[in-house]
């Protein structure tokens, strides 16, 4: 007997007939590392063409302001390429969230530009995993969505933002308005190569501690300078010794200094915390707080703290537990074995969560080797997770939550 009804079944078919792959070669072939504004103000422009298919209110939304800290220590305006965002039927009775982001880690100036087949069928790109090939399950899914009578009680907003890799900062507060009052938020991030999904995660936090001592000749009166590349040094152990079960600590990397008879009067110390819950947090801010004020004292310099944890832990609560159960369900009928486990890993679907709103975020394509230049996608499961996302959306419809 199949499990699916005939709409069902109409909207899975249409999903899976949908030209993702096409779309995803199309898509790879721009380069829109998260620096690269041109690069993705061309791809914000492509999305918006395609999604131009499906009802509702389009826009490319301007990023909100993002301060960072430059080497030399001044805190500065970054530039980011603007959000899409789409709004479809905001007065049907059910509304979800689904995100994506157009952004890769690839920059204009990075070796790996091109796609290429591999021996194994895959599909061998920068961002074609991460996560344009995910766009494209989710434009597909939608389409198959508005095909269908089933449509008449979604309604849903989209936002593909143009900074996840860099930690979502000119695009979290709308993430955060998109996602109130929503039942569920499906996020397209790669699933792994055997499909497992990413279940609960922890958080993670960045942080530029500006160091700022006092110059002074290394030979002749070293004595009064105050040595900002040791403070910072100081710091950087004393913080990694917060160390500990639930809280991962790397402080990454120290910048400053100069010439060897100088002694340096500024560092830049860059560290990330990785929480596993909220008490994690409130350690690490203690870590913090506590590090700061004893290396000021004991070095006698200033110091100054920009950044914060900008995505929250994401448990497995009740309510994802049900979205979960649902899209295990929704594959079941399809014929796909459908897992989920911890990762440490961090995205969008953090700040989702963090909102309320059940989240299941690793919705795209299946691929693996992210953030390498071995990046691949398994093309065939392009079409098998737009018919897992479309059958999903519906069956929320059709209950009117998760």
Known sequence: MNPLSPIEAAAVERARAAPSLARTEAWVAVNSGTRNLSGLDRMAALLADAFAVLPGDLSLVEPARVETVTPEGKVTATGHGRHLRLSVRPQAPVQVLLTGHMDTVFGADHPFQQARWQADGSLNAPGAADMKGGIAVMLAALEALEASPAAARLGYEVMINS????????????????????????????????????????????FSLIVRGRSAHAGRNPEEGRNAIVAASDLALRLAAARSPGLAVNPARIEGGGPNNVVPDLAILRVNFRPADADAIARAQAAIDGAVAEVAKLHDVGIEVHGGFNRPP???????????????????????????????????????????????????????????????????SLGERAALSALTLMRIAERGHP
């Open 163 to 206: 900074d996840e890799e860099t930690g979502s900062f000119s695009s979290a507060a709308l993430i955060a308005e998109m996602a109130r009052g929503k039942a569920a938020a499906l996020t397209y991030e790669p699933a792994l190569p055997d499909g497992t999904l990413a279940g609960a995660r922890g958080g993670t936090g960045n």
């Open 314 to 380: 994401k448990p497995i609560d009740p309510g994802a537990e049900r979205l979960f159960a649902l899209v295990k369900q929704a594959g079941a009928d399809l014929g796909l074995p459908i897992a989920w486990k911890a990762t440490g890993g961090v995205c969008d679907g953090n700040n989702i969560a963090a909102c309320g709103v059940p989240v299941v975020d690793t919705m795209g394509a299946r691929g693996g080797a992210i953030h390498s230049a071995d990046e691949f996608l398994i093309p065939e």
